[in-house]
């Protein structure tokens, strides 16, 4: 999977003075993979929202960041016209409200609770100043626009799907013509952290709400939803392992017994034992794995596969899993190696004898046309 959430290719700098900042990369949307255009214009000396209310001049260098509250809101634009004018009329434009109301107003709100839709690309409330979370992956492309925007800033967006077909069609009438255009004005944001800066604890509380929220998205058929999620778990828990692995040293009751003694630590402290932390894993990548059988990734489905069984070989799903994926890829032996291992740990599994009775037939099928093609060699 190609990371939704970081430009790939910066197209044209900034300059010392007022400069056109053009970045392009690919998202993750319900419908599949969006390549996004963002055109940004900056002036000297524009000004910027900083976390703690104040005003500071744009070099200062505040972004969004992770967990920030992002009061946002996306607009269609019907023509490139229009879109040139807004961005030629964004210079002169700043905040209505003093910056510490504007922060305050944001720090009060919660997000706006939404689902993510089949039908749509954006993910967004169109038109309306909507509270983001940065990082829960609700709108990856309006999420990754904000990760480089300062507060009062706004910048145009240009959409279009990478590959054809339905998987990535969109049917909802207010996003009919393609490419897509768009503009997004961040008004102002809450503190956030980069990953490098959270605890241990913090990062094990994203890993789980990352997890939930790919099994939600799965569940209502958002696929590609769900393996976003997935892979952002994973990227946080990786970086888990050597606090993990020195709770295990330190072993449990002294683990214990050093988290009653910090008066500063709360529930968000926790941290995984050393089995939690494997079997969570072992979830994750089979999990990944499911997501990426549904949209015909095989190659990747027995990559992730293969990991989740290395770190749990009781995991009966992933070796499922695993055996699916060896069929795609042709891959028999390695197939039927996975499925007698399933029926190893659920013996008589209709699952795993169905796919074995299939690995036969297939088998004797291509041993039938080889035998055909040869007599006719020799005849």
Not at 100 to 121: G, H, I, K, L
Not at 188 to 210: L, R
Not at 251 to 276: C, F, I, W, Y
Not at 277 to 306: G, V, Y
Request: proline share 4%; with cysteine; glycine share 8%.
């Amino acid at each position: 999977m190609m990371d939704p959430v970081h430009p790939l290719e910066t197209l044209h700098g900034i300059g010392d003075h007022d400069g056109v900042d053009v970045t392009s990369w690919v998202s993750v949307c319900p419908r599949g993979l969006w390549k996004v255009q963002q055109k940004r214009t900056r002036k000297e000396g524009q000004q910027t929202v900083a976390y703690s209310g104040d005003v500071t001049s744009s070099s200062s260098g505040y972004f969004p960041r992770l967990g920030s509250l992002c009061r946002v809101r996306v607009r269609l634009k019907a023509n490139m016209d229009e879109t040139e004018s807004s961005v030629s009329d964004h210079g002169n434009e700043k905040l209505s409200v003093q910056p510490d109301q504007t922060v305050t107003e944001v720090t009060e709100a919660v997000e706006t609770a939404f689902p993510r839709c089949q039908d749509s690309v954006l993910q967004v409330l169109l038109g309306d100043w909507t509270t983001l979370r940065l990082g829960e992956g609700q709108c990856d492309i309006t999420e990754a626009c904000l990760e480089g925007m300062r507060a009062g800033e706004k910048c145009e967006i240009l959409l279009s799907p990478v590959g054809t077909g339905p998987d990535v069609s969109v049917s909802r009438p207010a996003e009919e013509h393609l490419p897509l255009r768009a503009t997004v004005e961040l008004q102002a944001f809450t503190p956030g952290k980069e990953s490098w800066e959270m605890s241990p604890g913090e990062k094990w509380e994203w890993v789980k709400s990352h997890k939930e929220r790919g099994g939600v998205r799965f569940r209502s058929g958002d696929v590609w939803g769900a393996t976003d999620s997935y892979s952002r778990a994973l990227k946080l828990l990786i970086t888990l392992y050597g606090h993990v692995r020195e709770l295990e040293k330190k072993g449990q009751e002294h683990e214990a017994e050093e988290q009653r003694d910090t008066s500063n630590v709360d529930k968000t402290q926790h941290l995984p034992s050393a089995n939690e932390f494997k079997t969570i894993k072992a979830e994750l990548h089979s999990n990944l794995s499911l997501c990426q059988l549904k949209l015909s990734q095989p190659e990747q489905a027995k990559a992730s596969a293969t990991k989740a069984t290395e770190l749990e070989p009781a995991g009966a799903k992933a070796w499922y899993r695993l055996g699916q994926a060896c069929q795609m890829v042709n891959e028999l032996e390695e197939a039927k190696r996975a499925f007698r291992k399933l029926l190893e740990l659920q013996p008589e599994s209709p699952a795993a004898l169905k796919a074995l009775k299939d690995i036969v037939s297939r088998e004797k099928e291509t041993n039938a046309q080889l035998g055909l093609r040869l007599s006719k060699m020799f005849s």
